[in-house]
């Protein structure tokens, strides 16, 4: 049975929405990718800082979901402000990790092009998060096999949120491999419309917008310490 604090819906968006949220994602400039060792990604609305963030405009083709996103009321009325574009090609995946402070206890992600198995542990560092750039190698993989909790299936175009307990006790991460069997450490099978225990899912280029708020935001001028 899926955690109270995560909720699943599928379908959330169209294919013709999926599409073009794609096509929008690889007609950024490139200067706008950061290429790290296990994915590379976007980051839009600002840069999240322990003293605040200083926020950037979130382009229409995705400000559009951050409004879908807000009317569901899951950040206490505001709107989410901090889109982070992933890419993930097959084999790819990113370590166990924790989200941190600098959000709202809350995270939100809309799947694109494929699915994927989304892994929750509990923490092996009593509260400290796992470097979220290093990869995901195997030995390190064996690591939290005795601390999983449960595992998520993300069918594209479905939106996954992550709240309260889940977000705030345990670490989240997606294994490095290009295959997902699907078995009974799935908690969301029921609401998932194209798997069955047994199957063998292979993964595709996948694009995640993980869509959340940054309560603490400054303005240019005071971030830069001018009057």
Not at 72 to 77: A, M, V
Not at 97 to 117: A, Q, R
Not at 138 to 143: G, P, Q
Not at 182 to 190: E, L
């Amino acid at each position: 049975m899926i955690p109270d604090t995560i909720i699943y819906i599928p379908n959330f968006i169209s294919q013709e929405e999926e599409q073009k949220l794609i096509d929008h994602v690889y007609s950024a400039p490139k200067p706008k990718w950061t290429h790290l060792s296990n994915r590379r990604l976007q980051n839009w609305g600002g840069l999240p800082h322990p003293k605040g963030m200083v926020a950037e405009d979130i382009p229409q083709w995705l400000d559009l979901y951050c409004d879908k996103i807000g009317k569901l009321d899951l950040f206490e009325g505001k709107k989410p402000n901090h889109v982070l574009v992933n890419e993930y090609s097959p084999g790819q995946g990113i370590m166990p990790h924790e989200d941190g402070p600098l959000f709202y206890p809350t995270v939100t992600t809309i799947s694109l092009g494929s699915s994927t198995v989304l892994d929750f542990y509990t923490h092996i560092n009593q509260g400290k998060a796992e470097d979220k750039s290093e990869p995901c190698s195997e030995n390190m993989s064996k690591k939290f096999e005795d601390r999983h909790v449960c595992s998520v299936y993300l069918e594209p175009r479905s939106l996954v949120i992550v709240k309260d307990d889940m977000y705030t006790k345990y670490l989240h991460g997606i294994k490095e491999q290009t295959e997902d069997m699907v078995d009974d450490r799935i908690c969301n099978i029921k609401q998932c419309s194209d798997i069955n225990i047994d199957n063998i899912k292979t993964r595709q280029t996948r694009i995640s917008l993980t869509i959340r708020l940054v309560p603490k935001v400054l303005k240019t001028k005071l971030f830069f310490g001018k009057k």
